[in-house]
């Protein structure tokens, strides 16, 4: 049978949030906001191992620390995912969950939607969101040109899972400075991965803002389970 791994890009900079630390090392209720992201797939009992992408010269990973490290992180959010896969021993037809470091918020709830969803699919897929917003196109000088319709839209979330084979073979196919998620590399071989309804509480911490929002999140999240 199909293993399940999980792989999380967490070599990122974070430059849109600033400072000095890098988003997915600050802290978030009392422990780092990666520990949360992680702790869904380590306490999965379907997932067989969690490999964490870091860059090579990181100096704030501990190694107690849980997930399996893997210090081969690239200048792409593509390049760390490319990387991680020809690190990590897996065949051809494991699955493979990437996940951003940066989503802390993530349940199981969500991991056991994806993965029933998914679990006899052919090409695989991703968590998304229909997109709820009217959408304007801009013209310049901060003005409306046209309104675009809506419909058929969604955000693209992680995890995004997809066969080991498939996805090194279409990171690899693309190149890694074009796609901005595993699922544009996929569409480019010509498949077409599935949607899952997701959540809007799985959100990606990008701005300062983000951060309380998580803590919100989280705090809900802690009381609907328990
Ligand atoms: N990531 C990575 N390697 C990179 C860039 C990003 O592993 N070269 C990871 C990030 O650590 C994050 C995830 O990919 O967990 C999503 O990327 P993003 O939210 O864009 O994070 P950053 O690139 O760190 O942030 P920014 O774009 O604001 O610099
Ligand atoms: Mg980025």
Redesign the pocket.
Known sequence: MARKYVL??????????GGEL???YLPLLGKPLIHHTLSVFCAHPSIERVFV?IGPDDCHWQSDWPGEVLRC?????A??VLNGLLHMAASEDDWVLVH???RPCMTRELLDRLLDALEDDPVGGLLAVPVADTLKREGGAGRIDRTEPRAGLWRAQTPQMFRYGLLRTALKAMGTELPTDEAQAVEFLGHAPRLVPGDDRNL?V?YPADLRMAELILKEIWKEIT
């Open positions: 999380i890009p967490a070599a990122g900079s974070g430059s849109r949030m890098p988003k997915q992408v992180g690239g200048a792409t959010r390049a760390s951003d470091a940066a990606k990008t």
